[in-house]
């Protein structure tokens, strides 16, 4: 097979499990095999971001800074455990030299690190049904604090330029700080606490309530991103449930689960139980998902004739993703100082978890003006969700919206038509009213969970696109779903020989990827070749070859041939050699 020459390196980031398994056997399939190309490979698995203290995540960064395009696989967050059995094989390293990089997320440090938004979209195959589960009278009630989060913060919006301080006062009367950055004239933060008595009493109330109404419990929270604050809320909930309320459970015959927030809304929503009482403690996300209920309890989820595309504003500051957050060791005070001025204070218990989170105000203008690109682009119409009432740090992406209007304007550019709605509202929307061309701007936490419901309804986690796109240009292509960890136990107990997995989102995000590389290099047959990609995956489906997580779900369930990753990849591949 004579392979396509291409001029410009494509950097390439591994992941870990099953998401990893599957993309090594598309790179070495249509990648390698096909194109004379040179390929930057960073592994960023969970084991070497841990043995390189996170030096790789500040490779990956460099290098998609240098080349300009890359392709990012799904890669884990370790939990406690999986963090105590990485340091066993490494004995070189403790805990305590940890760099944070080492152990949590890459993705917002990448995002962060190349200045890049997200945009996911619906892969547009032909014959998969979005998924129009049976809601109406359904009976699952959302369960979420009154206090605490973005509702009960202090938040502004910076009047000076400076170093900004976390400080926190205890018996001792001298100043700790906690923690400092560099704020701009414009940008909002953000302070927020829990109060640790009232997570206990709500997880009491919560398991009681579960109990009398013999109802399973489901708890969300997003403690992997968020340790210090959704993570200590969790570990307080869980010792109360193992302590006092397992066995009342077993009793009763209900079972408790615990999921991250934005994999359990996907799956919760897009496949309900037929009783639950769905626990979101942290208010900020709780009162969204509290309203989406309430509304599909209510009309249901119509036949969505059209897709949904979500912008999730990730540069900048990142809000939660990019934020301080633990719990303090004692009583006192927390106190914001800017350049010596005190901004807030206020009065903590021991173990009550505080966050602190900004934005910064350039950020948030380049991600407004790359909605309206897209928007622009794409003949779509925009509905922004910011909570504007009470959120002076929501007010200034209103603010911007309407300066990058103006611009526009003066540069005799009709902008697209946009909304400006409360995200509780923008959510429902999206969920049980489409538009036909509708493009849904979030701020992080919110992009997150609502691109996985959106997904989810779409089919599958694997039949979505998701780019990552920077002011300077450098494009990141990834695939929406995470690295499918029961598949790959499944995986390793077989020897290799169950391979369960939809690799359709990574081998849209090469597609991608090298549509891109041809189009900056002008290389007609990669083009063409990236076009041929797309249209054999697309092709594969159309003709009824799914993977198992499909199933049921095209336009014509009698006619699906059900394979597993591997026959999926060689139905794709006879496809292309078909196009070619």
């Not at 979005?130 to 979420?144: E, N």
């Amino acid at each position: 097979m004579k392979r396509i020459k291409v001029s410009k390196p494509l950097v390439i980031l591994h992941g870990d499990e099953m998401a990893q398994v599957s993309f090594e056997r598309v790179i070495d399939t249509f990648v390698t095999k096909r194109l004379d190309i040179k390929l930057i490979e960073m592994d960023l698995s969970a084991e070497n971001r841990l043995s390189t203290n996170g030096a790789v995540v500040k490779d990956a960064i460099a290098a998609l800074i240098e080349y300009g395009v890359g392709i990012k696989n799904a890669g884990m967050t370790v939990n406690k455990a999986q963090l105590d059995e990485l340091l066993s094989k490494n004995s070189h390293l403790t805990k305590s030299q940890l760099d944070p990089l080492a152990t949590k997320s890459p993705n917002g440090a990448i995002r962060k690190g190349i200045g890049g938004n997200i945009t996911r979209e619906d892969i547009p195959f032909r014959n998969l049904k979005r998924l129009t589960p049976d809601w109406i009278g359904r009976d699952i009630d959302v369960d979420t604090m009154d206090t605490g989060g973005n509702k009960h913060s202090h938040n502004e919006i910076s009047k000076d330029t400076g170093i900004i301080k976390l400080v926190f006062v205890g018996a001792s009367g001298d100043p700790i700080e906690l923690h400092r950055r560099k704020i701009y004239k414009g940008d909002p933060w953000l302070l927020a606490s829990n109060d640790n008595e009232e997570v206990k009493r709500w997880a009491h109330n919560f398991f009681k309530r579960a109990i009398e109404e013999k109802r399973d419990a489901y708890l969300g929270l997003k403690d992997t991103v968020i340790p210090g604050y959704d993570g200590v809320m969790r570990e307080t909930i869980e010792a109360i449930f193992e302590a006092e309320y397992k066995k009342e459970f077993e009793k009763a015959g209900i079972s408790y689960f615990y999921e991250l927030i934005d994999a359990q809304a996907a799956r919760i929503v897009s496949n309900p139980p037929e009783r639950a009482l769905w626990g979101v403690p942290e208010n900020t996300s709780g009162r969204k998902l509290f309203k989406l209920v309430k509304a599909l309890k209510k009309y249901g989820i119509p036949d969505r004739r059209f897709s949904v595309s979500i912008s999730r504003m990730s540069a900048g500051g990142g809000d939660q993703y990019g934020s301080f957050n633990m719990p303090v060791e004692e009583d006192g005070l927390v106190k914001i100082i800017l350049d010596g001025k005190e901004m807030h204070a206020r009065e903590l218990k021991k173990g009550d978890p505080v966050i602190f989170m900004a934005n910064h105000r350039g950020a948030i203008k380049d991600w407004v003006s790359q909605v309206f690109r897209d928007a622009a682009r794409n003949d779509k119409e925009i509905y922004f969700g910011l909570k504007r009432e009470y959120m002076e740090y929501d007010d200034v992406f209103s603010t911007v919206i309407n300066e990058v209007r103006q611009e526009l304007v003066a540069d005799n550019f009709q902008p697209p038509s946009f909304m400006i709605m409360r995200p509780s509202s923008q959510l429902k929307k999206m969920i049980t009213d489409p538009p036909r061309k509708g493009i849904y701007p979030s701020l992080n936490l919110d992009g997150d969970i609502f691109s996985d419901i959106s997904a989810a309804l779409g089919g599958s986690l694997a039949t979505a696109s998701s780019m990552i796109e920077s002011k300077d240009g450098t494009m990141l292509y990834e695939a929406p779903h995470g690295t499918a960890h029961d598949l790959y136990l499944k995986y390793l107990e077989s020897e290799g020989k169950v391979a369960l997995f939809n690799p359709s989102a990574l081998l849209f995000a090469v597609a991608n990827a090298l549509e891109l590389l041809g189009v900056k290099e002008q290389n007609p047959d990669l083009t063409e070749y990236s076009e041929a990609l797309k249209t054999a995956l697309i092709d594969t489906v159309a003709q009824g070859v799914i993977t198992a997580d499909l199933k049921g779900k095209t336009n014509d369930p009698a006619s699906e041939t059900i394979v597993d990753m591997y026959g999926f990849l060689d139905a794709i591949e006879k496809n292309l050699d078909r196009e070619n």
